[in-house]
């Protein structure tokens, strides 16, 4: 059973950087039929997409971040991670990791999310 | 970016009702549509992939068409467990984008 667990500092303060790591178990990081992605849900809002990594460590990133994102992956640890700098209130979100399936680009397995609040 | 729009918004219905969500693209992405669903407080679930293949383990009464720019996400007869917010999300290009919900809820 493929399990994905994010983990990381819940309270954040304006202007640092988010920190999250995703741990995956039940499948290999490095399996090439899939690739990984961070997701993000405000309160009561709908789902934006981050980013994504493949096990080669290649990315591609929403371009509404203007540059504040960097997803990186340690295939030794099963894991990956999500930067996010010069944080603000409105970065406030529950973020969520989940496996893309390479073929079809759903996402079939997610974390169960983890709430990040920025404030002072 | 690509849009996604869906309709309605929010429902209500039945338990036993046929539901039908319409989830539609700015621009064509052939069959690269996805749907989720939502409970408060948990992750989505993928229901549909590639615009109508059932994924492992979802119930029969959920069912995708669709291709190009217009698609639809049917519940052949609602459950109590079906009450929740449906997404749609494109997978054709970058950034991947999501539609903006439909709540389904109870009448």
């Known amino acids: 059973q493929v399990q994905l667990q994010e983990s990381g500092p819940g309270l954040v303060k304006p202007s640092q950087t988010l920190s999250l790591t995703c741990t995956v178990s039940g499948d290999s990081i490095s399996n090439n039929s899939y690739y990984w992605t961070w997701i993000r849900q405000p309160a009561g809002k709908g789902l934006d997409w981050i980013g994504r990594i493949y096990a080669s460590g290649s990315t591609n990133y929403n371009p509404s971040l203007k540059n504040r994102v960097t997803i990186s992956v340690d295939t030794s640890k099963n894991q990956f991670s999500l930067k996010l700098n010069s944080v603000t209130a409105a970065d406030t979100a529950v973020f969520y990791c989940?496996?893309?399936?390479?073929?079809?680009?759903?996402?079939?397995?997610w974390g169960q999310g983890t709430l990040v609040t920025v404030s002072s | 970016d690509i849009q996604m729009t869906q309709s309605p918004s929010s429902l209500s219905a039945s338990v036993g009702d046929r539901v039908t969500i319409t989830c539609r693209a700015s621009q064509s992405i052939s069959n690269f549509l996805n749907w989720y669903h939502q409970k408060p407080g948990k992750a989505p679930k993928l229901l549909i992939y590639a615009a109508s293949s059932l994924q492992s383990g979802v119930p029969s009464r959920f069912s995708g068409s669709g291709s190009g720019t217009d698609f639809t996400l049917t519940i052949s007869s609602l459950q109590p467990e079906d009450f929740a917010t449906y997404y749609c999300q494109q997978s054709y290009s970058n950034p991947l984008t999501f539609g903006g919900g439909t709540k389904v809820e109870i009448k």
């Open positions: 989940a496996r893309v399936n390479y073929g079809s680009g759903s996402l079939d397995y």
